[in-house]
């Protein structure tokens, strides 16, 4: 069993920056992949970025460029940076990891981007 608790998110004009964080109850990110999903309204949930145990990333073709994963294994913690936010980034922003078949997910975070 695992907790997840996002932060960071917030009303942001268009061109801004911003970063999520998720924070896990205890130290998975050193064995198991971390993941940032989002959900715009009305929309499916995406996956947008991953980070692997050995800090190896990919992105959704949607934010490559503009989103960079990270992570501190040593404070349980996966980092999400949005860069040159556009309206369509509108959207929840869920944190997750998937630990021997089961799917963990955080309460997500609103990104707003609006002028």
């Known amino acids: 069993q695992v907790q997840l608790v996002e932060s960071g998110g917030g009303l942001v004009q268009p061109g801004g920056s911003l970063t999520l964080s998720c924070t896990a109850s205890?130290?998975?990110?050193?064995?198991?992949?971390g993941n940032w999903y989002r959900q715009a309204p009305g929309q499916e949930r995406e996956l947008v970025a991953t980070?692997?145990?050995?800090?190896?990333?990919t992105y959704a073709d949607s934010v490559k460029g503009r989103f960079t994963i990270s992570k501190n294994d040593a404070k349980n913690m996966v980092f999400l940076q949005i860069n040159a936010l556009q309206p369509e980034d509108t959207a929840v922003y869920y944190c997750?990891?998937?630990?021997?078949?089961?799917?963990?997910w955080g309460q997500g975070t609103q990104v707003t981007v609006s002028a």
């Open positions: 205890r130290s998975i990110f050193t064995v198991f992949y």
């Open positions: 997750n990891t998937k630990i021997n078949g089961n799917q963990y």
């Open positions: 980070i692997t145990d050995r800090g190896t990333t």
